[in-house]
């Protein structure tokens, strides 16, 4: 069963082939990316809504540098392999990808997805990758969050008990 997971993780040199038989296969890609730090109920509840989109749900997962540049020195949580192999944990989950750079700019140029999602704290218009989508006539969606669920929320908790220990 460990090995079905790990097959889901993608390298780069695979990912071409893989969107190839999918698009043989007319198959509906649908696109998102994160860091993914702490898998929580926010967001399995956003992944479904995604993978609700189409046929193929690919992760792009950030870098662990890529999330230390982004959320600080005391992120990830988790790194990287941990992070992406809970996510192709998830059944509804098709592929996951890590990327090195700031953004999946590069990642949703190679991968073309019909529908690219995000979280609705973003515009459309401001999502990384959406002209790409949109010159293919493909689709921009956000998606609400469930409210009171965040990685940062769970991560200030964990450091209140550990003061108050």
Not at 75 to 93: C, G, T, W, Y
Request: net charge neutral.
């Amino acid at each position: 069963m460990f090995e079905i997971i790990q097959k889901k993780v993608l390298d780069h040199s695979t990912l071409n082939h893989q969107l190839g038989l999918w698009r043989f296969m007319d198959k509906k890609i649908v696109f998102t990316n994160g860091c993914f730090d702490i898998l929580h109920l926010g967001h399995i509840d956003y992944l479904c809504k995604a993978a609700e989109l189409g046929d193929v749900l690919i992760i792009g997962i950030n870098s662990d540098q890529s999330v230390s540049n982004i959320k600080g020195p005391n992120r990830p949580i988790n790194d990287e392999k941990q992070r992406s192999l809970v996510m192709a944990s998830l059944h509804f989950v098709d592929r996951v990808i890590i990327f090195e750079e700031a953004t999946p700019y590069e990642l949703i140029k190679t991968v073309q997805p019909d529908v690219l999602v995000k979280g609705a704290d973003y515009k459309p218009e401001d999502i990384v990758g959406a002209d790409i989508v949109k010159a293919k006539g493909g689709k921009i969606m956000t998606l609400d969050y469930l409210p009171g669920y965040s990685t940062t929320l769970i991560e200030q908790k964990i450091r209140n008990v550990q003061k108050n220990s």
